[in-house]
């Protein structure tokens, strides 16, 4: 009876903790034959396979039920460096399945386009976006989906600390007006 009280539990704060949509969720797999093609087609190393990355600690902070549930402690990120272009094996952070399979294609874009710097993170992604969004004007529907997207699903500005509240000022800024924020406030 325990076990059985303790599985439930379990299930019904992960359910409760989870921001994720598995009905909505694309495999890398589903998409793995378009991703390379998407990638050299939008400046990416034509030697550098793509492929899907491991889980990493990120250090970002959790709520209270997502710590309950274990959940949150790892996140899929993009990246690339020699070796490969890689990306998450799953993405399934919106409620609809279109919106997370044209998250996979920015990402792709987005990773073929970033110019390595010794610069805050903030800088050159907004750069490589606005470099993308010039480039290919075709993209910038599908980018203002996909930030109007994000910014409805992360947290409510009023619900933050004054000092929480600026950064995610900021980033927001910085997704809907790429190339105006020089920094992340601390």
Known sequence: MEERVG?????AV???ASRNHSHAAVAFSDIALRLPVWFRAFGGDP???VQAGAESSWGHSRGL????AGLGDKVALTWVDEQACRLPAVIDVYPDRRLNRDLYFWL???AASCRPQQVPWVLVNQAATLRLLDEFPGLTERYHRLVEAE?????VLASMVADQAAQESAIRQALRMPGTVR???H
Do not use: G
């Open 47 to 49: 030697a550098v396979p």
């Open 151 to 155: 910014i409805a699903r992360r947290p």
């Open 7 to 11: 599985l439930w539990w379990h299930k």
């Open 183 to 185: 920094l992340i406030p």
């Open 65 to 68: 039920w997502e710590r309950v």
């Open 108 to 110: 792709t874009a987005l």
């Open 14 to 16: 992960t359910r409760f």
